[in-house]
């Protein structure tokens, strides 16, 4: 909401020197959020002057220009920039006469842009100033000619101000209106909490005595407005008032375009202005319409399935049985609370209007602006709660306005119809307020805080019954008002408590696990990403599973996406999905990972089929299992990609490229951070390269996979031909560790190394014999490493030489040669009896 400071002035004291700091600060003090200021951002000389002559002067670009004398002073009287009082000025436009008054920045003047304006030579002349547009001047958008006053009905002396005649030197501060506070999308309302901030007078615009109009048999207006799927009624009342008599064709007057135009409003026709004004002032969304062209009555309805309707902007609509209508006997002229029709517009040629100002159900107006895309300034207020007294007030301000400026003649009553809606009284025990807020407030500030946002109260027993204004809507319960009263008191009263949490509190296990992981693989040089959870089967299908075969997915009902409605049982997309979209902005060397849940359904499960409670009580033990069961296991999966270089090319050192080894080591490093034995052997993945894949496994069990992409599938992705990517069940590595890792204490004796080479059948996994020699090693084995494999001269062509490096060492002695090779020779031992291994000559 925007607020211009002179309508703001009105309805509230200001004090002389006010700047928009001051009132924005005021009205965060009252929980209104700051947003931003908005100015015409025009400073002068700035002028009113009159044509006293031009000449029209061909150019050789076919354009033609007048050379202008203006008087911008009075006759003998030096002007605001220090110059003459007649000025000569090159003009493009053509649409001034002589004699007419205008709008002339002189030199030293800035318009909006910024635009300084400098005497300048120009087609042959030395131009001294501009005559400005209205778009120029930030007034609208009209930039066919220059500004006539006469168009705005404004009769200036020649060198008057013109900034302070158009309201060029008013500001508005911006505020940001959250749902619950739909009354401060009005001055009446903001001007409402200004008082409360600051202890100024407010005087109240809706309750002026002008506005007070008796009701009688207005314009005949009846309700069939019940929703056929909810029952709600949609319409609570709707007020009329007839202006008979205006004058159309005046225009809008500079005071009114500048308060429009500062409140982010475009200024259409004095008419339409006029509704529009009204509405920010008083929050009362207003319509008008041509009474000419209604044909009869006014009935509010439900749309009819495949109604249509022309709207103001010119789309025809499609209407839903739930959209509510203002219709005539010609059919729908209007979608209530929404935006009106075409057909009944007011024009130029309007004469005769019938004002509306209505009470909607939020709920129904919230539902159609969102359902036609179609937001609007009315249905902005409408769904947050309008104040359901004050239509009547609304369309006798209207037809003040329309009188004044428009010249017409109000009808003698207005017509109403239904009945407002009264709020509901609250009990406020005594004592209440302050045990939940944590402040000692006495009964007379409660009272009186409660008095001062409109409240009325009356004594009860053991406390008060509270009957909230009829402009908030939000407040409901006794919670509501406890903090009204903190809100007006002041927040500062409220003591700035550190709380202190319960014993026992804090982190898991498992969540501290996860951050560990995270920490290592971002200490690793790996960044962290959260990719979009939704997938299309054919992703699911390729990563999701080691083998050919869909693969069993969650379908969303309502995706986000067409394109990708399941939800993901793999964290790789996403991963290949953020590369692709940062190698194409040319970063090409990349290590990402992402934590994530995945989504893994059962087969033949009906997932999401339960149906919801009411949510008019809490759910039963029963419902919440039922709801439970309902919903698939989501394991938390970890998962890592490389592409490009690991280390790039500088001086003294070569370009080490990407590559599964690097995934490995990613996955080393989760192991590391969980405390558990990841066994890498070789494995398969239809996503994968043959002969560069890992199954990674705990105990026997296959938790994921690391390897390359096979070179298809990474340019499918538009990704290099080496991409190494790794995925694991993170959840299982948690649950397959101790449930606390314990430390090792550094042995101090000295360690015992030796060397073992073996042949073995060249098909055997490296890694299946090294943990065979470890397990025969026993105890007194500290570290194994696999350093050679050779396959060549002196090895037979179906076998391997695999040599480890072995470092043997006790707790409580020095090792002798001989128990550190009679440990050896038990680890070879078992590497012989599983796989046929022999100690190579």
């Not at 120029?136 to 009905?153: A, F, K, P, V």
């Not at 407005?225 to 609570?236: A, F, K, L, S, W």
């Not at 809100?487 to 509190?505: E, H, M």
């Amino acid at each position: 909401m925007r607020v211009p400071l002179s309508w703001l002035a009105e309805y509230v004291d200001l004090a002389p020197g006010t700047t928009t700091e001051n009132v924005h600060a005021a009205l965060v003090s009252v929980g209104l959020e700051e947003e931003d200021v908005h100015t015409f951002d025009v400073t002068g000389p700035v002028v009113v002057g009159e044509v006293l002559e031009f000449v029209e002067e061909p150019q050789k670009n076919g354009k033609t220009i007048r050379w202008c004398q203006v008087r911008v002073a009075p006759d003998g009287e030096t002007a605001a920039d220090g110059g003459p009082s007649v000025h000569g000025i090159v003009c493009g436009a053509d649409n001034f006469y002589v004699g007419d008054k205008v709008v002339v920045t002189l030199p030293g003047a800035v318009l909006p842009g910024p635009f300084p304006i400098a005497a300048r030579k120009t087609y042959g002349h030395v131009s001294d100033g501009m005559i400005a547009s209205t778009r120029e001047l930030g007034l609208g958008d009209e930039h066919d000619g220059i500004l006539r006053l006469s168009t705005l009905g404004v009769d200036a002396e020649v060198g008057t101000d013109a900034i302070a005649l158009l309201g060029l030197d008013d500001a508005a501060v911006e505020i940001n209106v959250t749902p619950d506070r739909g009354y401060a999308f009005s001055i009446r309302g903001v001007a409402r909490e200004y008082s409360h901030a600051t202890g100024a007078a407010f005087r109240d615009p809706a309750t002026r005595p002008e506005l007070d109009t008796p009701i009688g048999d207005g314009f005949p207006v009846a309700f069939d407005d019940r929703d056929p799927i909810r029952g709600q009624q949609g319409v609570r009342l709707f007020s009329t008032r007839i202006v008979r008599g205006v004058d159309a064709s005046r225009p809008t007057p500079p005071w009114m375009v500048s308060r429009l135009k500062l409140a982010g409003i475009r200024s259409i026709s004095l008419l339409v202005d006029i509704t529009n004004y009204v509405m920010l002032e008083l929050g009362q969304p207003m319509h008008g319409y041509d009474l000419d062209k209604l044909t009869g009555g006014i009935v509010v309805r439900r749309a009819v399935p495949t109604e249509t309707i022309e709207t103001l902007d010119g789309q025809t609509r499609t209407l839903d049985r739930e959209d509510l209508l203002i219709t005539d006997g010609s059919g729908a002229i209007g979608i209530g609370g929404v935006m009106g029709g075409a057909l009944t517009e007011m024009s130029e040629t309007t004469t005769n209007v019938l004002i509306e100002a209505a009470n909607f159900d939020p709920v129904s107006i919230a539902r159609t602006a969102r359902r036609h895309k179609l937001p609007s300034e009315a249905s902005r207020r409408f769904e947050r709660g309008v104040d359901p007294v004050i239509a009547t007030a609304a369309t006798a301000r209207v037809a003040e306005l329309l009188v004044s400026l428009a010249g017409g003649t109000a009808d003698a009553v207005a017509g109403l119809v239904g009945d407002p809606a009264t709020p509901e009284p609250i009990e406020l025990p005594t004592g209440y307020v302050s045990t939940l807020i944590g402040v000692d407030y006495t009964d007379d500030e409660i009272r009186n805080s409660l008095q001062e946002i409109g409240a009325s109260t009356a004594d009860a027993d053991g406390g008060l019954l509270v009957t909230p204004p009829t402009w908030r809507p939000d407040i409901t319960d006794k919670s509501d008002l406890a903090e009204e009263v903190a809100r007006i008191v002041g927040y500062d009263r409220i003591p700035s408590v550190l709380p202190v949490a319960p014993a026992g509190r804090g982190l898991t296990r498992e969540q501290r696990i996860r951050r560990t992981v995270a920490d290592s693989l971002a200490a690793a040089g790996s960044t962290e990403i959260v990719a979009f959870p939704f997938l299309p089967a054919a992703a699911n299908d390729l990563y999701g599973s080691p083998v050919d075969g869909p693969v069993a997915a969650v379908k969303v009902a309502n995706a986000l996406d067409a394109s990708a409605p399941f939800l993901r049982t793999t964290l790789l997309p996403g991963l290949i999905e953020a590369a692709r979209r940062n190698l194409s902005r040319g970063l090409v060397d990349l290590s990402l990972f992402e934590i994530g849940l995945v989504f893994t359904p059962e087969a033949g499960v009906a997932y999401g089929s339960a149906e919801l409670p009411s949510g008019v009580e809490r759910p039963s033990a029963e419902q919440l299992a039922v709801l439970n069961a309902g919903i698939p296991p989501q394991p938390r999966h970890a998962a890592v990609l490389f592409l490009g270089n690991t280390i790039a090319k500088q001086p003294g050192q070569p370009v080490v490229a990407s590559g599964i080894a690097d995934a490995l080591d990613a996955v080393k490093r989760i192991a590391w951070a969980t405390g558990a034995e990841i066994d890498v052997v070789q494995g398969s993945h239809k996503a994968l390269h043959p002969g560069r894949t890992a199954e990674l496994r705990i105990g026997g069990t296959v938790i994921g996979y690391a390897g390359e992409l096979l070179p298809t599938v990474a340019a499918e992705a538009d990704l290099p031909r080496v991409v190494a990517v790794a995925e694991l069940d993170l959840d299982a590595l948690i649950a397959a560790t101790a449930a606390e890792l314990q430390a090792r204490p550094i042995r101090a004796l000295p360690a015992a190394t030796q060397d073992l080479s073996i042949v073995v059948p060249r098909t055997t996994p490296a890694a299946a014999v090294l943990t065979a020699v470890r397990e025969g090693a026993g105890d007194l084995l500290e570290d194994i490493r696999l350093v050679d494999d050779y396959r060549g001269q002196g090895i037979d062509a179906e076998a391997k030489s695999l040599t480890f490096a072995l470092r043997f060492r006790a707790d409580d002695r020095t090792l002798t040669a001989a128990e550190a090779s009679d440990a050896k020779l038990a680890g070879y031992a078992l590497a012989a009896e599983r796989f046929g291994a022999v100690i190579r000559d």
